[in-house]
């Protein structure tokens, strides 16, 4: 067999290239110009006027950060270090505000009651009292079942949770938690 020399194995290669990219072109127009199939086609939008689609409320990051600002406020007022949490609906941390000299451990903890506090739409001191029947509830994943969680609700339903942790009670975490909320709703 004999060898080609690199100028023709650099034309072949050129040629084989130009073949190649003239069918891909050509395959990419005739996709381009033909008409829609049912399989391509866009699936139909669900009927509203049978309740297949929900509208829900969510928190935005400025409400979120006002928020949060909030609590940790009420907590330096009252000269507590703690760490302020603000979670979505799907428990997604939005912001989180670590106070001066508040302890390591609060920064996962508060995110932890602001979970909790959204998914069950209730505060997490009420949470806890649970435990004494499902002491299981501590298992679930994410989730922290001491005081300092409230959640944020919009007609009803829970858009987000704000969890405090660092003062040395649950009831101070959950009063500055409150202190969060409330600044949503003026």
């Given at each position: 067999m004999k060898k080609m020399s690199q100028r023709?194995?650099?034309l072949t290669g050129a040629a084989a290239a130009a073949v190649l990219g003239a069918g891909t072109l050509g395959a990419v127009s005739a996709n381009?110009?033909?008409?829609?199939?049912?399989?391509?086609?866009?699936?139909?939008?669900?009927?509203a006027a049978h309740g297949d689609l929900r509208q829900?409320?969510?928190?935005t990051v400025d409400a979120a950060v006002r928020a949060a600002q909030a609590a940790l406020d009420a907590a330096e007022d009252d000269n507590q270090r703690?760490?302020?949490?603000?979670?979505?609906?799907?428990?997604?941390?939005?912001?989180?505000?670590?106070?001066?000299g508040?302890?390591?451990?609060?920064?996962?903890?508060?995110?932890?009651?602001?979970?909790?506090?959204?998914?069950?739409?209730?505060?997490?001191?009420?949470?806890?009292k649970?435990?004494?029947s499902a002491p299981n509830l501590k298992d679930i994943p994410g989730t922290l079942f001491l005081g300092g969680g409230a959640p944020v609700t919009a007609k009803g339903a829970p858009v987000?949770?704000?969890?405090?942790?660092?003062a040395p009670s649950g009831d101070l975490d959950e009063k500055y938690a409150r202190a969060g909320v409330t600044a949503l709703t003026r």
């Amino acid at each position: 067999m004999k060898k080609m020399s690199q100028r023709a194995r650099v034309l072949t290669g050129a040629a084989a290239a130009a073949v190649l990219g003239a069918g891909t072109l050509g395959a990419v127009s005739a996709n381009a110009a033909a008409p829609a199939t049912a399989a391509t086609a866009p699936a139909k939008a669900a009927d509203a006027a049978h309740g297949d689609l929900r509208q829900t409320t969510h928190l935005t990051v400025d409400a979120a950060v006002r928020a949060a600002q909030a609590a940790l406020d009420a907590a330096e007022d009252d000269n507590q270090r703690v760490t302020v949490a603000v979670v979505d609906r799907n428990g997604t941390t939005l912001v989180t505000l670590r106070g001066d000299g508040a302890g390591p451990q609060s920064y996962d903890s508060a995110q932890r009651k602001a979970f909790t506090a959204v998914s069950w739409n209730a505060p997490t001191s009420e949470l806890a009292k649970r435990l004494a029947s499902a002491p299981n509830l501590k298992d679930i994943p994410g989730t922290l079942f001491l005081g300092g969680g409230a959640p944020v609700t919009a007609k009803g339903a829970p858009v987000a949770g704000i969890g405090v942790a660092g003062a040395p009670s649950g009831d101070l975490d959950e009063k500055y938690a409150r202190a969060g909320v409330t600044a949503l709703t003026r």
